[in-house]
């Protein structure tokens, strides 16, 4: 061992000596540059370490060569030398530069101490514009440093991104707050080139592997800059106005979120070994971190609705469900039950995201339900298996959690529940719908719900629905097998004919018009998504089909009386519920009145219609066979109470009443005499409103 490099090692105090540093910053061989960095630890730190990475990195260093013209027609004796003299001092310094700006940087602030650390960027900081200047120059020039194989490869901007991250992740970021906003736009787009980049050594996929052989496993640098910009606001916008004002460049930074899950998706444990010291548990966790890296820009990216509704439009999330199905695969149940758990917390991540875009415009919650359609197709029922199946807790939690999240999607598009029931019976056979099979973990009823939901609604075919008609005492002999009659100026009633239609103006739908008619004309310009009648359609079938289901041998009556099956789609429970008449008009938006002056709580335009359904039920004989029943759906911000009337025997539809429980006042403030609160309450009884008069105190569930 030389005597230098002993000294240097031995002792916990001992500094890297002093010729080895001034040898660095005078030569360009890349050994003496190179040998202070391999020398480095917190006991040998030293901040001259940095002077001399900055002097490699010194602008002035960074040159170009340029052709004499006369070189060019015939050969000059005079000029030649000078020409590739510059030549070999552009190989000389880029080397070095290339060496400090990698290597150097990120280890500087990789092994510096903490009460260092401070001292350390602050003195990086203000030479960022150089630094950023010969990263770019190492991405665009074709000076010959090449070599694939050298840990600090020219076009490998992992260590570069390593340094930047750690130079913006100080306790103290005033300090560093106006460099950022001198250099904002180089960082920015410095990291967009980094996210851009492909790896010619794993045949063009993205730069993760090798960085994970140096740095934390799973915590790639480049995805780590990215989260660091988008989590200050002078970056962030940077990031948000580049992108906005390039469609093409937000869609190859889309593809290449994209492109990092699919590369994953195709590695093996043995592949991600051969980067890792540890053992193959190490792999499946950096896998996962990984995944959740990438998640998370992503879910950054959406905090802008624009880029939300494009992001909303891709397959990304297809294929993050199918890396991640690819590997619970891989995982072994023994071994890697801990580590897997990321996986599900990021699937988690993904749903908090559907449920937060899908509220803010109807753009976003139709893209929501696209991507709630691609994930399914990626394999999210898979993901929802393993995790039921985990020996872990938190793991069963998060995925009751996503059960009920994706069954509401059941309620909302027809495709989607035919999917789940396909891979539901492939799962689990034609017995799919009993949940025995699992643990017994409290999921059980939440498994029931999903599959009779995923049931009702994979089975749902459009042709097999007959027209409808909202006249309440149409005859039935009017009806023919065409389309229905839509009233013309509100579009929410359908009728069989035109005597239909006259009849009902008379009784009903003269006073419901005019209100239904703002109804459907202010929510585009709310950006509220459209309740079509093939919607509302479906939404009545699936009603029937749930009471199919649910239906018990004398739940028609309660003590003789005609009542109502009240089925519960939003919050977890499967169990139906049975209510008499009186008590069902207290539950819905049909009436409300104070013991004070204060204003009524909204009453829905259609809530004669509902009295009068509810009027001719109970006048009904029981003998009949005719039975009511009601279930509730998330649409949009809106929920949804579809009340059916059909037959028990065969489970026709005869009739049906949608009814929307929403705010349709301005309240005034709270503290007046006369202020009126609406709040949802999530949680279980997602989608149940309370609702309480300030002044009289008077409240209904």
Not at 119 to 139: M, N, V
Not at 382 to 395: E, F, Q, T, V
Not at 407 to 427: H, M, Q, T, V
Not at 524 to 547: G, W
């Amino acid at each position: 061992m030389p005597s230098a490099l002993r000294s240097a090692t031995s002792g916990s105090r001992t500094r890297i000596p002093q010729h080895i540093l001034v040898r660095a910053r005078e030569n360009t061989d890349v050994a003496s540059v190179e040998k202070p960095f391999q020398l480095l630890k917190p006991e040998t730190y030293t901040l001259s370490l940095i002077d001399v990475a900055l002097h490699h990195l010194d602008p002035a260093r960074r040159i170009i060569p340029t052709v004499p013209d006369s070189l060019l027609r015939h050969r000059n004796p005079l000029q030649e030398p000078r020409y590739l003299e510059e030549l070999r001092l552009q190989d000389e310094w880029a080397r070095a530069a290339l060496l400090c700006g990698s290597v150097g940087l990120s280890a500087l602030l990789k092994h510096c101490a903490d009460n260092l650390r401070q001292q350390a960027t602050e003195r990086i900081a203000p030479h960022l514009d150089d630094i950023l200047s010969w990263y770019e120059y190492f991405g665009t020039s074709s000076f010959l440093v090449q070599n694939a194989e050298e840990h600090y490869y020219v076009g490998d901007p992992t260590r570069p991104c390593e340094a930047l991250w750690r130079i913006f992740t100080v306790d103290d970021w005033s300090s560093l707050k106006e460099h950022l906003m001198l250099y904002v736009d180089k960082l920015v787009d410095y990291a967009i080139s980094a996210w851009l980049a492909k790896d010619p050594r794993v045949d063009y996929g993205p730069f993760l592997l090798k960085s994970w052989s140096y740095s934390s496993a799973g915590q790639g640098p480049i995805e780590q800059l990215m989260k660091i910009l988008l989590s200050h606001d002078e970056s962030r916008q940077r990031l948000y106005d580049v992108l906005l004002g390039s469609p093409t460049l937000l869609a190859r930074m889309l593809d290449s979120a994209t492109l990092r899950c699919k590369y994953i998706s195709g590695l093996t444990k043995s592949e991600v070994k051969e980067y890792l010291a540890d053992d193959a548990s190490a792999a499946v966790e950096a896998v996962f971190k990984c995944l959740d890296q990438v998640m998370i820009v992503v879910i950054k990216l959406c905090d802008h609705p624009v880029l939300a509704k494009d992001i909303l439009k891709t397959d990304f999330f297809q294929y993050l469900t199918e890396a991640i199905v690819s590997w619970l695969n891989q995982s072994d149940v023994e071994r890697d039950d801990k580590v897997s758990v990321q996986a599900f917390e990021t699937m988690a991540r993904v749903q908090a995201l559907i449920v937060t875009e899908r509220e803010k415009s109807s753009a976003h919650w139709k893209g929501c339900s696209r991507t709630i359609d691609m994930m399914v197709r990626g394999g999210y029922m898979d993901i929802l298996y393993h995790g039921l199946h985990s020996r872990i807790w938190r793991a069963r939690e998060v995925t009751v959690q996503l059960l009920q999240v994706l069954r509401s999607e059941c309620d909302g598009k027809p495709s989607i529940a035919r999917k789940l029931l396909e891979r539901l019976k492939f799962l689990r056979g034609d017995n799919f719908a009993d949940p025995h099979f699992l643990p017994d973990c409290g999921s059980h009823e939440y498994w029931a719900a999903l599959a009779t939901q995923a049931a009702a609604g994979g089975l749902y075919d459009k042709e097999e629905i007959l027209p409808l008609c909202d006249n309440l005492s149409c005859p039935g002999d009017r009806r023919q097998f065409e389309a229905s009659r839509v009233c013309s100026g509100c579009h929410s009633l359908v009728y069989c004919s035109p005597e239909c239609q006259r009849d009902d103006w008379k009784a009903l739908h003269r006073q419901e018009c005019a209100k239904a008619r703002r109804h459907f004309y202010q929510d585009p310009l709310a950006d509220i998504p459209q309740y079509t009648q093939s919607m509302r359609l479906f939404h009545a079938e699936l009603t029937v089909r749930r009471a199919r289901v649910a239906s018990e041998p004398g739940w028609q009556t309660t003590a003789g009386v005609p009542a109502i099956l009240e089925i519960d789609s939003l919050n977890g429970k499967s169990e139906p519920s049975v209510h008499i008449i009186s008590d069902y008009i207290l539950l819905r938006p049909l009436e409300f009145t104070h013991s004070c002056s204060g204003p009524d709580r909204p009453v829905s335009y259609f809530a004669e219609r509902v009295k009068a359904l509810l009027r001719s039920h109970d006048a009904e004989p029981a003998e009949a066979g005719i039975r009511i029943a009601e279930c509730n759906y998330l649409f949009g911000p809106n929920v949804i109470y579809m009340l059916v009337k059909y037959q028990e025997e065969s489970f026709k539809l005869l009739y049906t009443v949608a009814m929307f429980e929403s705010v349709e006042h301005t309240p005034k403030q709270p503290g007046d005499d006369d202020y009126v609160e609406w709040k949802r309450d999530v949680g279980d009884d997602y989608g149940d409103y309370h609702t309480q008069c300030h002044a009289c105190n008077q409240s209904i569930h």
